[in-house]
């Protein structure tokens, strides 16, 4: 029997728990999380804790070290600004392959999701509304290969943008929420070129913050 066919409703819900629990820091980058201990918290054998240790590893949440268990993962500064390059490279060419399937109904759904981006005051669920309106704009059935990638470079680098969405000043929520704005324009217009361009620079410049910011960051 695979692990796949193991997974039934209680393996999906000990995935679904740990990765809330990873995404929103209640279980911090870094730390070690034990089969035992997840398993008496979830009211299950450890069997299907293991499972989820290994897809949350194949997503970049876990990092799964012989004879030592399963950590939560983190990153250095380095090599976060490795991974923002690469969303900068990855993520235009998400939306630029995505904009001509994107129906009518999906730009009112990001439109409505970037509104309340914006009325959104509270670090915490910014951070989740700003992850929902990205990923919601690339085509996963078209690009089953590139969003997995993308989510998970999103999964890995979360903590920080947590870390820093907390101290951040109304002069970076308001530049946010214009280059929202902004994207979405060019993507109701059609114009692939322009949208992958300011989706470009809206990564960059929260790629460039950070790199000032390196007190976030695990040595």
Known sequence: MTAGSRRGPTGS???????????????????????????????????PVRDAFQRLESEGLITLIPNSGAWVASLDLNESIEMYKIREALEPLALAESIPYLTSEKLEDLEAQAEAIGRCEDPAEY?????????AMYDSERLPRLTPMIEQFWNMTQ?????????????????????????????????????????????????????????????
Not at 14 to 38: F, K, N
Not at 178 to 195: K, M
Not at 205 to 211: E, F, N
Request: glycine share 6%.
């Open 127 to 135: 951070i989740r509304l700003d992850r929902i309106f990205h990923l």
């Open 159 to 219: 903590k920080y943008r947590r870390a820093f969405t907390k101290q951040a000043t109304g002069h970076y929520w308001d530049a946010t929420n214009n280059e929202h704005s902004l994207i979405l324009e060019a993507v109701r217009e059609g114009d692939a070129e322009a949208a992958s361009a300011l989706a470009r620079l809206h990564i960059r410049r929260t790629r460039l913050i950070l790199t000032d910011h390196a007190e976030l960051f695990d040595s």
């Open 13 to 47: 819900m000990v995935i679904d728990q740990l990765r809330e629990g990873i995404l929103s820091g209640r279980y911090p980058a870094g730390t070690r999380i034990r089969q035992e201990t997840l398993a008496a918290e979830f009211g299950t054998s450890r069997l």
